[in-house]
């Protein structure tokens, strides 16, 4: 272990220094914390090899997933929207000989030029962005190399949804079509401070090599809207603004197949065909 995780080691338990702050987690900013570093230095190690990386975090709150990063040899750039939380994180800066950057800002907003082009993502995702915020990843000008990311289950399973269940949806398509993304951990409500209502789960996304250029991602974004916008319908009557049945003939989709039923390489070719 390295001198700066031994330092890490004189930080007092995740429990105690929010109760000498006065912190607790905030409903309106989707806020969970996970304070048991058993748990957060096991999705560290999902991350893959991290010494000696620098890696994005976004949402530290009181730093528990940020101290098992520092420890596993990251640098780590936390990007924190609640400024209650910066104090905090500040003390862990202290301990962690320059491995810590403490960014505040909303990652909704935040600017591609802040943070490392392709720099990989590990992040406890506060729910209420969570999805916008990988949507953001995997269409933005900031596109990391890797994303290990805990979002409530029922989204997790949303992106790794195959075709044919009741989870496939326009995030399981525009996903699969840009990364491959499979869960690799699961973990139940009561793991998190104060404890959702939901359980959650780890999804690791690595992008594809050959991912389809913008044009396309931008076609098959109008594709899915239509499709699954009216998901009961016919391809031939949610497709309609955009070719209906001559569109679905011209990549040999079956016009009578349901949004659900079509896989991700066949919204592909919709797409190429609109675009």
Aim: proline share 8%; glycine share 8%.
């Amino acid at each position: 272990m390295t001198g700066g995780a031994a330092k890490l080691h004189d930080l007092p338990p995740l429990r105690e220094a929010l109760a000498s702050a006065g912190l607790a987690a905030r409903k309106s900013f989707g806020q969970h914390f996970l304070l048991d570093l058993n748990v957060t230095r096991k999705i560290a190690r999902l991350a893959g090899p991290l010494d000696g990386e620098t890696v994005v975090e976004v949402g530290p709150g009181p730093g528990g997933l940020t101290r098992a990063l520092l420890e596993a040899g990251a640098s780590v750039i936390a990007i924190e929207k609640d400024a209650r939380f910066v104090p905090l994180l500040d003390d862990l800066a202290a301990h962690a000989e320059g491995r810590l950057t403490v960014v505040r800002a909303d990652a909704l907003m935040l600017d591609a030029k802040a943070v490392p082009a392709g720099a990989p993502v590990v992040a406890n995702l506060p729910y209420n962005v969570a999805t916008p915020l990988l949507v953001g990843w995997l269409t933005g000008a900031w596109r990391p190399r890797a994303m290990t990311l805990m979002f409530q289950k029922e989204v997790a399973q949303r992106i790794t949804a195959a075709p044919g269940s009741k989870d496939y949806g326009r995030l399981s398509v525009l996903a699969q079509a840009l990364a491959d993304a499979k869960i690799v951990m699961e973990l139940p409500a009561r793991a998190f401070t104060p404890p959702p209502k939901v359980d959650s789960a780890v999804v690791r996304l690595t992008p594809r090599s050959n991912r389809p250029p913008d044009a396309l991602v931008e076609a098959l974004q109008r594709v899915t809207a239509a499709a699954f916008g009216q998901r009961r319908k016919m391809l031939r009557s949610s497709l309609k603004p955009l070719g209906g049945e001559a569109l679905c003939a011209a990549v040999g989709v079956d016009p009578a197949a349901r949004a659900e039923d079509v896989s991700v390489a066949q919204y592909l070719a919709l797409a190429e065909q609109v675009e």
